[in-house]
């Protein structure tokens, strides 16, 4: 007899959850509390389908190397109906800085550091049309989960047996033999599992930034404008930008702007000041030129951002039984790198795995979290001592009175002065680092090759003089001139803190 399994969600997780399990022959439920996407294109995804359940949608997406590697090697259909539908694929070669075109000789590992890029509601669109056709998958939408069933093996351990839902008015009990959750940040199942006696603990660090993000359209897609040595993502410190190519003609940016930078946060969700902002950004200026494109949307906020790891074992034993949380309902951290995506695809590529290789329900649990840790913890550590070296920064912008001491300047300087312009003056450096940055490699792996090593402190020892060439333009206006000409005081917010 198969196994009853149901996914709770319907997004990103939950469709790659259900497309790795009926890759390899299994029947599942997915319930989705959203309607379906409508059916006529990819902008009316955009301009209509409501998904309440997903408060990023309309925020800047882009499916990182690793996620690529897996639709390209175990999906190339759906690969063929994504860029049909318009989405892109940005090779290696693409992003290398113009300093690194004419030196650049491509080797056969570069086709995995493609990124797949286009409107988030897109991506989903495309997959959820896909996800529908394949045998074994069963949707179930405008199913809003109640509550989560359970009761206890002859051990006494906790296992789930299935959800309470609602639908159409009518709740009912949903029974499973595994239940997956892709519900994503705001899934309440584990709170109902500590209520029964799952004593799941997490631990969580606020990402220290805001999101806001406005959509565009190109009045001629086919003439982008060109690249310049000045990039199209970077960080000014009080703010940091990012250009994100999508499908169709449309681009995105995103502009992220520190928690503490109050006034900021204020005045930033007015689109006039949104595109005021991004005028004064040379990397960004001529893509929102009125001359270039159009604003098509609103400006779109993010807020509330923490970095979450929850603890489903312990001492390697699991706190519950045929229970399989995916994506952010187990591990979250800051979009800044675009990485939720891909922890859900990894994840759901480890679930098979588990599934695969054991019926035993412990050690289906201790082998599928051994995994994710294995996997996914030291991207997890890393993106949260990155924000927490981001966040002390912009509270030390603030302050008049902070001076850095010796071990800080020493820092600043290695990461702006030795490993930044190593990368843009060497392809080889440059192919370890993306590596990394897509999650093909492990995180930091390329600095621990002594090779790599001995570049990043030649670059160091030349000094800046000589260097001069791998240092990008500026790429935009300091604080105080940026501030100033919104209209916003530069020291309102040193005040506040002061007063504080």
């Known amino acids: 007899m198969s196994e009853r399994i149901l996914v709770v969600g319907g997004g990103i997780a939950g469709l790659w959850t259900a497309l790795a399990l009926a890759r390899k022959g299994r029947e599942l439920t997915l319930l989705e509390r959203d309607p379906p996407p409508p059916e006529a294109s990819a902008d009316e995804a955009f301009e209509s389908w409501e998904r309440k359940g997903v408060g990023h949608l309309r925020h800047s997406h882009a499916f990182l190397a690793r996620l690529h590697i897996l639709i390209r090697d175990n999906y190339p259909d759906l690969m063929e109906e994504l860029l049909a ?129 406005r959509h565009y359209r190109l009045h001629d897609p086919e003439n982008e404008p060109a690249r310049t040595k000045i990039p199209g993502a970077g960080d000014l410190g009080f703010i940091k930008y990012g250009l994100f190519p999508a499908d169709n003609g449309c681009f995105s940016i995103t502009l992220a702007v520190p928690e503490i930078e109050m006034e900021l946060r204020r005045a930033i969700v007015r689109p006039e000041n949104f595109d005021a902002i991004c005028a004064q950004l040379p990397g960004i200026a001529q893509w929102t030129s009125s001359e270039t494109s159009r604003p098509v949307s609103r400006v779109f906020g993010m807020g509330e951002l923490i970095s979450r790891w929850r603890h489903m074992t312990k001492d390697g034993e699991p706190r519950v039984l045929n229970f399989f949380p995916i994506g952010d309902s187990v591990i979250r951290t800051n979009p800044l790198y675009g990485r939720g995506c891909s922890f859900a695809g990894v994840a759901a590529e480890a679930l098979v795995e588990t599934l695969e290789r054991s019926n035993d329900p412990h050690e289906r649990a201790r082998f599928y979290h051994a995994q994710l840790a294995k996997e996914l913890r030291q991207h997890y550590d890393d993106m949260v001592k990155q924000d927490l070296a981001a966040a002390k920064r912009a509270r030390n912008a603030l302050d008049p009175d902070y001076k850095p001491g010796v071990k800080a300047r020493l820092f600043k300087s290695f990461a702006e002065d030795a490993i930044m312009p190593a990368i843009r003056g060497d392809v080889e450096l440059m192919r370890a680092f993306m590596r990394s940055f897509h999650m093909v490699d492990a995180p930091n792996t390329w600095l621990r090759d002594p090779r790599n090593v001995s570049k990043v402190l030649r670059t160091w020892a030349r000094g800046k003089k000589r260097n001069a060439d791998l240092y990008p333009p500026k790429l935009g206006p300091g604080r105080t001139e940026m501030l100033s000409s919104l209209g916003i005081s530069p020291t309102a917010d040193q005040e506040r803190l002061k007063s504080a």
């Open 85 to 213: 539908a318009g989405c892109r694929e940005l090779k290696f070669a693409d992003g290398l800085p113009l300093s690194l075109q004419e030196s650049y000789r491509p080797v056969p590992s570069d086709k995995d550091m493609t990124i797949l890029t286009s409107r988030r509601t897109t991506l989903e669109f495309i997959m959820r049309r896909y996800a529908a056709r394949q045998q074994g998958i069963r949707f179930e939408t405008g199913t809003l989960v109640r509550g989560i069933l359970t009761d206890r093996d002859a051990a006494g351990q906790l296992r789930v047996t299935g959800v309470r839902a609602e639908q159409n008015g009518e709740t009912k009990d949903w029974l499973a033999d595994i239940v997956i959750d892709a519900a994503g940040k705001n899934s309440q199942m584990i709170e109902w599992l500590n209520d029964a006696g799952a004593c799941i603990s997490e631990e969580t660090e606020r990402a220290g930034i805001l999101y806001f993000t």
